[in-house]
């Protein structure tokens, strides 16, 4: 059974940077895409941003030149690098991987932009 489990998230001014990971286990991490998520309260949850197994990297036009996303798969975990950070930032930050079926969430990490 795959597992996700996010950290990094918390409280910080707008313009600030923040930098979130998400550690899977199990043995599939390296040859699958990954994504990050957000959700915001009272809003669907959105794809922020992904990552292929080799490293090409897409982007929502909202966090486009903001976020970066990467990986390390020898450590099976990837990272989303934040910065200029505004208050419609705010939301809790999911990862999973870019297949079907999509695996369980984990618990995600809030991430809070006070302006």
């Known amino acids: 059974q795959v597992q996700l489990v996010e950290s990094g998230g918390g409280l910080v001014e707008a313009g600030g940077s923040l930098r979130l990971s998400c550690a899977a286990s199990?043995?599939?991490?390296?040859?699958?895409?990954m994504g990050w998520y957000r959700q915001a309260p009272g809003k669907q949850r959105e794809l922020v941003a992904t990552?292929?197994?080799?490293?090409?990297?897409n982007y929502a036009d909202s966090v486009k030149g903001r976020f970066t996303i990467s990986r390390d798969n020898a450590k099976n975990t990837v990272y989303l690098q934040m910065s200029s950070l505004k208050p419609e930032d705010t939301a809790v930050y999911y990862c999973?991987?870019?297949?079907?079926?999509?695996?369980?969430w984990g618990q995600g990490t809030q991430v809070t932009v006070s302006s």
């Open positions: 990552i292929s197994n080799s490293g090409t990297t």
């Open positions: 199990g043995s599939i991490f390296s040859r699958y895409a």
């Open positions: 999973n991987y870019r297949i079907i079926p999509v695996p369980p």
